[in-house]
Protein backbone atom coordinates (compact mmCIF):
# COMPACT_ATOMS: atom_id res chain seq x y z
CA UNK A 1 0.00 0.00 0.00
CA UNK A 2 0.87 3.77 0.05
CA UNK A 3 0.79 6.27 2.37
CA UNK A 4 1.58 10.11 1.38
CA UNK A 5 0.95 13.01 3.99
CA UNK A 6 1.34 16.48 3.26
CA UNK A 7 -0.08 19.82 4.82
CA UNK A 8 -3.75 20.21 4.73
CA UNK A 9 -3.25 23.89 4.21
CA UNK A 10 -0.56 26.96 4.07
CA UNK A 11 -0.68 30.67 3.84
CA UNK A 12 1.76 32.99 2.38
CA UNK A 13 2.49 36.83 1.54
CA UNK A 14 3.05 37.79 -2.13
CA UNK A 15 6.78 37.97 -2.77
CA UNK A 16 7.60 35.38 -0.03
CA UNK A 17 8.52 31.74 0.29
CA UNK A 18 7.07 28.76 1.00
CA UNK A 19 8.13 25.05 1.26
CA UNK A 20 5.44 22.14 0.72
CA UNK A 21 6.59 18.85 2.59
CA UNK A 22 5.43 15.31 1.65
CA UNK A 23 6.53 12.10 3.34
CA UNK A 24 5.69 8.99 1.62
CA UNK A 25 5.89 5.32 2.70
CA UNK A 26 4.90 2.90 -0.32
CA UNK A 27 5.40 -0.68 -1.94
CA UNK A 28 8.03 0.53 -3.86
CA UNK A 29 9.55 3.68 -5.71
CA UNK A 30 9.77 5.03 -9.38
CA UNK A 31 10.15 8.27 -8.94
CA UNK A 32 7.73 11.33 -6.97
CA UNK A 33 5.71 13.79 -9.11
CA UNK A 34 4.45 17.67 -7.69
CA UNK A 35 1.29 18.66 -9.75
CA UNK A 36 -0.58 21.56 -9.26
CA UNK A 37 -4.60 22.27 -9.55
CA UNK A 38 -6.20 25.81 -9.82
CA UNK A 39 -10.05 25.18 -8.10
CA UNK A 40 -12.08 23.52 -10.51
CA UNK A 41 -9.27 22.68 -12.88
CA UNK A 42 -7.41 19.69 -14.11
CA UNK A 43 -4.16 18.58 -12.21
CA UNK A 44 -1.04 19.55 -14.50
CA UNK A 45 2.79 18.71 -14.73
CA UNK A 46 5.37 20.65 -12.33
CA UNK A 47 7.98 18.17 -11.64
CA UNK A 48 9.42 14.70 -11.47
CA UNK A 49 11.85 13.24 -9.33
CA UNK A 50 13.53 10.58 -9.03
CA UNK A 51 17.28 11.04 -8.27
CA UNK A 52 18.06 12.77 -4.93
CA UNK A 53 18.93 16.16 -4.83
CA UNK A 54 17.45 19.65 -5.97
CA UNK A 55 15.38 20.32 -9.17
CA UNK A 56 15.01 23.48 -10.46
CA UNK A 57 12.49 25.24 -12.63
CA UNK A 58 12.28 28.25 -13.06
CA UNK A 59 10.66 29.65 -9.66
CA UNK A 60 9.61 26.28 -8.47
CA UNK A 61 11.91 23.77 -7.08
CA UNK A 62 11.35 20.18 -5.85
CA UNK A 63 14.05 18.17 -3.37
CA UNK A 64 13.59 14.45 -2.97
CA UNK A 65 15.62 12.20 -0.64
CA UNK A 66 15.19 8.67 -0.86
CA UNK A 67 16.61 7.28 1.85
CA UNK A 68 14.29 9.43 4.09
CA UNK A 69 10.86 8.92 1.92
CA UNK A 70 10.85 12.64 1.92
CA UNK A 71 10.31 15.71 -0.62
CA UNK A 72 9.28 19.11 -1.41
CA UNK A 73 8.26 21.73 -3.90
CA UNK A 74 9.99 25.18 -3.30
CA UNK A 75 7.58 27.96 -4.30
CA UNK A 76 9.67 31.28 -4.66
CA UNK A 77 8.22 35.11 -5.26
CA UNK A 78 4.99 33.63 -4.82
CA UNK A 79 2.62 35.49 -6.88
CA UNK A 80 -1.01 35.46 -6.69
CA UNK A 81 -1.64 33.27 -9.06
CA UNK A 82 0.42 30.78 -7.12
CA UNK A 83 -3.06 30.32 -4.93
CA UNK A 84 -4.01 26.19 -5.70
CA UNK A 85 -3.61 22.50 -4.53
CA UNK A 86 -0.15 20.80 -5.20
CA UNK A 87 -0.36 17.40 -4.71
CA UNK A 88 2.25 15.06 -4.12
CA UNK A 89 2.50 11.53 -6.06
CA UNK A 90 4.65 8.42 -5.99
CA UNK A 91 5.24 6.27 -8.98
CA UNK A 92 5.53 2.81 -6.93
CA UNK A 93 6.33 -0.22 -8.40
CA UNK A 94 3.54 -1.20 -9.73
CA UNK A 95 3.84 1.85 -11.99
CA UNK A 96 0.81 3.30 -11.17
CA UNK A 97 0.21 7.30 -9.80
CA UNK A 98 -0.77 7.51 -5.80
CA UNK A 99 -1.45 10.87 -4.75
CA UNK A 100 -1.79 12.20 -1.38
CA UNK A 101 -4.43 14.62 -0.75
CA UNK A 102 -2.65 17.46 -1.58
CA UNK A 103 -1.74 21.20 -0.09
CA UNK A 104 -4.44 23.94 -0.69
CA UNK A 105 -2.01 27.21 -0.65
CA UNK A 106 -3.80 30.43 0.03
CA UNK A 107 -1.19 33.44 -1.36
CA UNK A 108 -2.20 37.01 0.56
CA UNK A 109 -1.24 40.65 -0.62
CA UNK B 1 -9.64 17.67 -30.67
CA UNK B 2 -6.48 19.34 -28.68
CA UNK B 3 -5.28 17.23 -25.66
CA UNK B 4 -7.89 15.32 -23.85
CA UNK B 5 -11.27 15.60 -23.70
CA UNK B 6 -14.04 14.76 -21.05
CA UNK B 7 -18.00 14.67 -21.35
CA UNK B 8 -20.03 15.42 -20.12
CA UNK B 9 -18.82 18.42 -17.61
CA UNK B 10 -21.57 17.74 -15.26
CA UNK B 11 -24.32 15.60 -14.66
CA UNK B 12 -27.09 14.78 -12.10
CA UNK B 13 -28.03 11.44 -11.92
CA UNK B 14 -30.76 9.38 -9.85
CA UNK B 15 -29.64 6.61 -8.01
CA UNK B 16 -30.11 3.31 -9.79
CA UNK B 17 -29.65 4.56 -13.48
CA UNK B 18 -26.76 3.80 -15.51
CA UNK B 19 -24.45 6.67 -16.91
CA UNK B 20 -20.93 6.39 -18.68
CA UNK B 21 -18.29 9.22 -18.22
CA UNK B 22 -16.55 9.91 -22.20
CA UNK B 23 -12.64 10.62 -22.35
CA UNK B 24 -11.24 10.61 -25.28
CA UNK B 25 -7.62 11.75 -26.03
CA UNK B 26 -5.59 12.51 -29.30
CA UNK B 27 -2.05 12.48 -28.38
CA UNK B 28 -1.55 9.01 -28.97
CA UNK B 29 -0.95 7.72 -25.66
CA UNK B 30 -1.17 4.41 -24.88
CA UNK B 31 -1.55 4.50 -20.98
CA UNK B 32 -5.10 6.01 -19.92
CA UNK B 33 -6.28 6.34 -16.05
CA UNK B 34 -9.46 7.32 -14.59
CA UNK B 35 -9.95 9.14 -10.67
CA UNK B 36 -12.22 10.33 -8.70
CA UNK B 37 -11.10 13.19 -6.42
CA UNK B 38 -12.98 13.61 -3.09
CA UNK B 39 -12.09 16.51 -0.69
CA UNK B 40 -9.95 15.67 1.64
CA UNK B 41 -9.17 12.11 0.21
CA UNK B 42 -7.32 13.43 -2.73
CA UNK B 43 -7.06 11.64 -6.24
CA UNK B 44 -7.76 8.09 -6.33
CA UNK B 45 -7.31 5.63 -8.87
CA UNK B 46 -10.32 3.89 -10.26
CA UNK B 47 -9.14 1.88 -13.82
CA UNK B 48 -6.30 1.98 -15.82
CA UNK B 49 -5.63 0.81 -19.23
CA UNK B 50 -1.94 0.21 -20.02
CA UNK B 51 -2.04 -0.15 -24.25
CA UNK B 52 -5.71 -0.90 -26.02
CA UNK B 53 -7.11 -4.31 -25.37
CA UNK B 54 -6.39 -4.17 -21.76
CA UNK B 55 -7.63 -2.51 -18.24
CA UNK B 56 -7.03 -2.94 -14.80
CA UNK B 57 -8.20 -2.24 -11.40
CA UNK B 58 -6.92 0.57 -8.98
CA UNK B 59 -7.82 1.58 -5.62
CA UNK B 60 -11.53 2.07 -5.98
CA UNK B 61 -13.04 0.11 -8.68
CA UNK B 62 -15.52 -1.40 -7.12
CA UNK B 63 -19.53 -0.35 -8.86
CA UNK B 64 -17.31 1.07 -12.16
CA UNK B 65 -16.07 -0.75 -15.11
CA UNK B 66 -13.87 0.18 -18.07
CA UNK B 67 -12.92 -0.68 -21.71
CA UNK B 68 -10.35 0.26 -23.72
CA UNK B 69 -11.26 -0.50 -28.02
CA UNK B 70 -9.16 1.81 -29.39
CA UNK B 71 -5.97 3.94 -28.69
CA UNK B 72 -7.95 7.55 -28.17
CA UNK B 73 -10.89 6.04 -26.17
CA UNK B 74 -11.50 5.09 -22.50
CA UNK B 75 -15.51 5.54 -21.27
CA UNK B 76 -16.31 4.77 -17.51
CA UNK B 77 -19.09 3.24 -16.83
CA UNK B 78 -21.04 3.23 -13.68
CA UNK B 79 -24.18 0.85 -13.69
CA UNK B 80 -26.28 1.22 -11.47
CA UNK B 81 -25.35 4.50 -9.37
CA UNK B 82 -25.40 4.95 -5.71
CA UNK B 83 -24.86 8.39 -3.87
CA UNK B 84 -21.58 7.65 -2.95
CA UNK B 85 -20.06 8.30 -6.09
CA UNK B 86 -20.79 11.48 -5.88
CA UNK B 87 -17.27 12.99 -7.19
CA UNK B 88 -15.21 14.89 -9.70
CA UNK B 89 -13.78 11.93 -12.29
CA UNK B 90 -10.60 12.60 -13.97
CA UNK B 91 -9.67 11.20 -17.01
CA UNK B 92 -5.65 11.44 -17.81
CA UNK B 93 -3.14 9.72 -20.12
CA UNK B 94 0.62 8.83 -20.92
CA UNK B 95 2.74 7.97 -22.86
CA UNK B 96 4.31 5.16 -20.69
CA UNK B 97 2.60 2.52 -18.86
CA UNK B 98 5.30 -0.16 -17.92
CA UNK B 99 8.45 1.26 -16.99
CA UNK B 100 9.14 4.19 -19.03
CA UNK B 101 8.56 7.97 -17.36
CA UNK B 102 6.29 10.26 -18.18
CA UNK B 103 3.73 12.67 -17.01
CA UNK B 104 0.00 12.31 -16.92
CA UNK B 105 -2.22 14.69 -18.98
CA UNK B 106 -5.31 15.58 -16.96
CA UNK B 107 -8.82 15.86 -18.99
CA UNK B 108 -11.42 19.21 -17.44
CA UNK B 109 -12.99 16.29 -15.27
CA UNK B 110 -16.59 15.53 -15.04
CA UNK B 111 -18.81 16.80 -12.06
CA UNK B 112 -21.07 14.21 -10.79
CA UNK B 113 -23.83 14.49 -8.74
CA UNK B 114 -25.62 10.88 -7.62
CA UNK B 115 -29.52 11.90 -5.64
Known amino acids: GQNIDQPTEMTATEGAIVQINCTYQ??????LFWYQQHAGEAPTFLSYNVLDGLEEKGRFSSFLSRSKGYSYLLLKELQMKDSASYLCAVWGNDYKLSFGAGTTVTVRA | IAGITQAPTSQILAAGRRMTLRCTQDMRHNAMYWYRQDLGLGLRLIHY???????GKGEVPDGYSVSRANTDDFPLTLASAVPSQTSVYFC??????????????FGPGTRLTVL
Open chain 2, 49 to 55: SNTAGTT
Open chain 2, 92 to 105: ASSDSGGGSYNEQF
Open chain 1, 26 to 31: TSGFNG
